[in-house]
């Protein structure tokens, strides 16, 4: 089963993509492990301590502490996480920043339907 993180410090936000890819799994008949995270080091923590490996991370930029740039880069650095799909979902139109953590994509908020079937699928294709 492939396991996606969605990390945003917003619930909405949160909400909104896990409904998002919960149409996918219907449309396609697959199944994914959905993990929710309100902060970068909520996510750091339990990859940390409970040794979990996302096949994809939804990250939003603007959090609270650690932004999801500053999370991307500490994943990038461990052994386990460094061949985690990235996605940015992001309301930053600064999208050059990102690139240093080879991102899988960069989306805009809000995202759509489309965004994140396109997406969902490259990473089905690529596992």
Do not use: W
């Not at 949160?14 to 994914?32: A, G």
């Not at 650690?66 to 990038?76: H, V």
């Amino acid at each position: 089963m492939y396991t996606i993180g969605i990390c945003d410090d917003r619930p909405l936000c949160r909400l909104l993509l896990e409904s998002l890819i919960h149409l996918f799994e219907e449309k396609k008949d697959v199944l994914f492990n959905i993990c929710e995270y309100s902060s970068g080091e909520e996510l750091l923590e339990e990859i940390e301590k409970q040794g979990l490996v996302f096949d994809l991370l939804f990250l939003d930029n603007s959090m609270k502490k650690l932004t999801g740039l500053e999370t991307a880069r500490q994943i990038r650095q461990s052994k386990s996480m460094s061949a985690c799909s990235i996605v940015f979902v992001t309301s930053a139109d600064d999208h050059d920043q990102f690139m240093q953590v080879r991102p899988l994509q960069i989306v805009c908020k809000p995202c759509t339907q489309g965004h994140i079937e396109a997406i969902l699928e490259k990473v089905l294709t690529d596992l």
